[in-house]
């Protein structure tokens, strides 16, 4: 059985980042936020960051030329989004979380922008072909994990010469 899914709809990504370029946003990034039972949000913090609840990278979704995008999301998961830079680094981060029930259609007028904000009335790009399916992060639903993602960018490139007790040039470790 598939999992239960619902539909997003993003009317223009552009709304509400600013003096943004066009062309800027080229996909946004669907992270799943896991819930936390501890009695404090923050307490055990997780991460660098001290993020309040563990993350799952979801992978991806296309942004049309015009700023749109409509894609299927998960059901009954808590999911937020972040507008990519062609490189694919984080431009924006939309803190808020989002659900879908199974079956529903949601749509939003942009990222960040004014509650007083309407959708435009021309038809969006996005919404003239089916809606896209997440292209999967690395690590597919699974929580991040720096121990398969971050050490192995460490054992290849660093620990070589930076591991303790090598001394580099200038007395660098």
């Not at 896991?34 to 993020?51: D, H, M, Q, S, V």
């Not at 991040?144 to 960018?153: A, D, L, R, T």
Request: glycine content about 10%; overall charge neutral; proline content about 11%.
């Amino acid at each position: 059985d598939a999992p239960a899914t619902g539909e997003m709809f993003l009317t223009d990504v552009y709304q509400g980042l600013g003096d943004l370029p066009r062309g800027s946003i080229k996909r946004l990034r669907i992270i799943q936020i896991f819930p936390k039972t501890t009695p404090l949000a923050n307490r055990p913090a997780i991460g660098l960051a001290g993020e309040e609840n563990a993350r799952a990278i979801l992978g991806t979704v296309p942004v049309e030329a015009d700023g749109s995008a409509r894609f299927v999301v998960p059901a009954h998961k808590a999911i937020l989004f972040q507008a990519l830079d062609p490189d694919g680094p984080a431009y924006q981060t939309v803190r808020s979380v989002t659900y879908v029930q199974p079956g529903e259609k949601v749509s939003c007028v942009g990222c960040h922008e004014s509650r007083l904000t309407a959708p435009v009335s021309a038809t969006p790009t996005a919404m003239r072909r089916p809606p896209s399916k997440i292209e999967p992060g690395p690590l597919g639903d699974r929580p991040f994990s720096y121990v398969e993602m971050i050490q192995p960018v460490w054992d290849k490139h660093c620990v070589e010469c930076h591991a303790p007790g090598k001394k580099q040039s200038g007395g660098i470790d």
